[in-house]
């Protein structure tokens, strides 16, 4: 009978639709054929328009048509006072619809920050109102409320970042169609440990400076972004460093910090007017397990062994730099 999937976008940038058209191993036709998943609606890549929608829509929520999986992208506003009219889709408040729509879904997946947690629209003072499907920020609620679960007794499915990386999107939605969702291990906040059980740390190419405390000066320089250029990677879950984006790089492997996208209530838990983008950590985050005293002592040790090839590598800087310099 193959697999009904709705995807709808509120207030978005797109740019997790954008990540999942490069997926490969396998790429979205692959998924779409192997499991035989009938895209009734996305936003982007569907035929369908007008009042074809309209239709679309009333056999979802009334259960003429079965909808297996419902993908909202974007963060939902609720402004003005509450009456979502800020943004309208099919002629009414798309929060209306993402409610009426996740009663009836099997599975309800949030992908990409805003449609999780409501990413940079809900910034402080947060204009339009808005909210994730279950958090707002790093508060449990959002739009569908803290005690929300599926047809399949799951909560929302969480797949965060800024954008998500398309392999979390597809094999997450291939767990789904396989009928493993309920064997998936998910974090605290409904997220794949499969994807976000490790630090975006791990993996980065510049660890070896990051043990012996030698920071870049200069972007263009050898060295951890960590110190001086605020790289979140040690705080963040996610395998960006692992699994890597177009199967080539990373942030921190192209030289630019860590902005901990993948982060719930990300940017506005861990960003301000008084702690911008590329701000300086104060503190080096410690396992649970250390003790201060006998870390910093550890610190201070590693930084004086640091091998001279290391020290080395890291004065050198781009010709560019160079020149300027």
Request: charged share 20%.
């Amino acid at each position: 009978m193959g697999i009904n999937l709705l995807w709808l976008q509120a207030q978005a940038c797109s740019g997790n639709t954008m990540a999942l058209l490069n997926a490969e191993g396998p790429d979205l036709t692959d998924f779409i054929n192997r499991y035989d998943v009938n895209v009734l609606y996305h936003p982007s890549v569907s035929p369908l328009w007008g009042d074809h929608v309209h239709t679309l829509l009333h056999d979802l929520t009334t259960e003429k048509t079965k909808l297996d999986i419902l993908v909202i992208e974007g963060s939902i506003p609720l402004g003005p006072n509450g009456t979502g009219l800020y943004n309208l889709f099919a002629d009414r408040p798309i929060k209306d619809i993402i409610k009426e729509l996740a009663d009836v879904a099997d599975f309800v997946v949030a992908i990409g920050d805003c449609a999780t947690h409501g990413g940079f629209p809900a910034m402080d003072p947060n204009p339009t109102e808005a909210v994730g499907l279950q958090y707002l920020n790093k508060q449990h609620g959002g739009l569908l409320g803290k005690e929300y679960h599926s047809r399949a007794g799951l909560p929302v499915i969480n797949l965060t970042g800024c954008p998500a990386h398309p392999d979390w999107q597809l094999q997450t939605l291939m767990a789904i169609a396989e009928g493993l969702a309920h064997f998936l291990e998910f974090d605290e906040y409904m997220r794949p440990v499969a994807f976000y059980g490790t630090t975006t740390h791990t993996g980065c190419p510049r660890n070896e400076y990051y043990e012996h405390k030698h920071s870049v000066m200069e972007y263009t320089q050898q060295g951890c972004l960590f110190f001086e250029k605020g790289c979140r990677a040690p705080y963040t879950q996610s395998d960006c460093n692992v699994r890597l984006w177009n199967r080539q790089s990373s942030k921190t492997r192209a030289g630019s910090p860590c902005l901990g996208c993948t982060d719930i209530g990300w940017p506005n838990e861990n960003y301000s007017v008084e702690h911008p983008f590329y701000s300086r950590e104060k503190l080096t985050p410690m396992r649970e397990d250390s003790r201060v005293l006998p870390y910093g002592i550890g610190k201070v040790f590693a930084y004086m062994a640091t091998p001279k090839e290391l020290e080395n590598r890291k004065k050198k800087l781009s010709p560019e730099v160079a020149t300027r310099k």
